[in-house]
């Protein structure tokens, strides 16, 4: 039996042929392929590429998989704690999207709070010279903000917002040692502190609507929302409801409950900024996730571990 890397999700080009180099290949056009596959072909997977989707009943399909390699630094899709217990490695490509998730947390600030997009329209639209100068807008120097997660990436915007002069605090379920930023126990504690929050933990059952009603109530009608985790760890619905009523001052959002779907309510708002989950989407970035998805593979057929195993197959490490 030939052992296959089965390739699922929009790699570029560059990942297929360094990937069919390296092992024999099987592409998979969509999601639904992998369901037309016979017992024989799937049996053939020993590795398998994806965008992020790996949920338990795709990874039993494949009973002689060895390792799941993940595009992007986020696995809520993948099953990971599943395939742990099957040990099946499962990897990701954190760290080289640091920096651009960074740079498109501080393009939503300040976006949103010099409402950008909403007075390129007034200029487009030829309102400057019938109505005159736009309304004044908030500056970010000096203002507080609240990162929820300080991670990898909560880590990369913190050090971004020093060159603004703003105040960091931030919180996550533990305290991190070793940095200089307020550590709050207590979210609505931080919210009610915050001029701006910026959500950058993980998505999962572990956060789902973490930024509850009552956090929203506490960043209140003068606050900002920055939500680049996933559109799962807000409440999206009491989040609409506060920008609304203005209870909620203002939101800048990468990523949605139902993506691509976005509550179209959301797109009269001018105090509100909306991109299509673009955290992570220039080409550089985009080339370094694929590389790592590659370099994942290799390194773990070659020494027994990738580059980058998600911390619930640490265990499964073998040093061959
Ligand atoms: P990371 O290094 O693992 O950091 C995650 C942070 O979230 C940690 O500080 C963690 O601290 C905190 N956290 C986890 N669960 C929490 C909870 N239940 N309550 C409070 N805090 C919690 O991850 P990263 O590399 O920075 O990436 C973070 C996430 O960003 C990814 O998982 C992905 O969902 C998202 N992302 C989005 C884009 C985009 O395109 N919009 C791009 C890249 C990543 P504790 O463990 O101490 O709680
Ligand atoms: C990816 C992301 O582009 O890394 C992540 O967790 O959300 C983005 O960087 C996305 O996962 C692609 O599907």
Request: charged share 20%.
């Amino acid at each position: 039996m030939s052992e296959e890397i089965f390739v699922a999700g929009p790699f570029f080009p560059r990942t297929v042929e360094a990937l069919k180099s390296r092992f024999p290949v099987r592409l998979l056009d969509s999601r639904d392929a992998i369901n037309s596959l016979s017992e024989e072909d799937l049996s053939k997977a020993m590795g398998f590429a994806t965008f992020g989707w790996a949920p338990a009943e795709v990874i039993d399909k494949m009973p002689n998989l060895k390792i799941v390699s993940s595009f992007g630094v986020g696995y809520d899709g993948v099953a990971a704690a599943h395939a742990a217990k099957k040990g099946i490695m499962v990897s990701h490509t954190p760290d080289v999207l640091n920096d651009e998730v960074a740079n498109t947390v501080m393009a939503l600030i300040l976006s949103t709070s010099r409402r950008v997009v909403a007075y390129d329209k007034y200029v487009r639209a030829g309102r400057w010279p019938k109505e005159g100068d736009a309304p004044l807008t908030r500056g970010i120097g000096g203002k507080t903000v609240g990162i929820v997660g300080l991670g990898r990436i909560g880590e990369a915007v913190a050090e971004k917002l020093s060159v603004f002069h703003c105040d960091v605090a931030y919180h996550s379920r533990n305290e991190k040692p070793g940095v200089p930023y307020r550590y709050f126990a207590s979210l609505v504690d931080l919210a009610t502190n915050a001029d701006i929050l910026v959500v950058i933990t993980p998505g999962g059952p572990a956060t789902n609507k973490l930024v509850n009603k009552d956090v929203i109530e506490a960043l209140g009608p003068e606050g900002m929302l920055v939500n680049v985790s996933r559109g799962t760890v807000v409440d999206e619905e009491a989040m609409v409801a506060a920008l609304q009523d203005g209870r909620l001052g203002s939101a800048g959002l990468d990523v949605f409950e139902n993506e691509p779907q976005v509550p179209e309510v959301l797109f009269a708002m001018d105090n509100v900024v909306l991109t299509p989950h673009i955290g992570s989407a220039t080409e550089e970035t985009r080339n370094a996730m694929n590389d790592r998805v590659v370099e994942n593979l290799i390194s773990y057929f070659d020494t027994g571990s990738p580059v980058n195993p998600v911390p619930e197959c640490a265990g499964l490490i073998t040093g061959n």
